[in-house]
């Protein structure tokens, strides 16, 4: 296959975010939701040690937190840690 034949092939969809029945808590990382939303959100350790984690791994907090904000379709619980 030649290399302009492999640059023009669509890139591999993320994996999906965690499936649960409905009623059910389902467990992941805001980089599993993004793009999709939930019925309720909770945000945890929402604090100073979380933005240096996130700032070291080059990652925007303000982008990365709006993402955690907007997944809620009802109700988003911030937990300050």
């Known amino acids: 296959m030649s290399d302009a ?3 023009d092939s669509p ?3 993320p994996a ?3 499936q649960a029945p409905s009623g ?3 467990w992941g990382s805001i980089f599993k939701y ?3 939303d939930a019925e ?3 945000l945890t350790d929402v604090g100073d040690d ?3 984690f996130v700032r070291e791994q080059g990652l925007d907090w303000f982008d990365l937190l709006y993402v955690g904000l907007t997944r809620a379709r009802y109700r988003c619980v ?3 840690g």
């Open 5 to 7: 034949a492999a640059s």
């Open 11 to 13: 890139a591999t969809p």
């Open 78 to 80: 911030v937990v300050a």
């Open 34 to 36: 993004k793009g999709l």
């Open 40 to 42: 309720a959100v909770v």
């Open 24 to 26: 059910r808590v389902r």
């Open 50 to 52: 979380a933005i240096a």
């Open 16 to 18: 999906p975010a965690p």
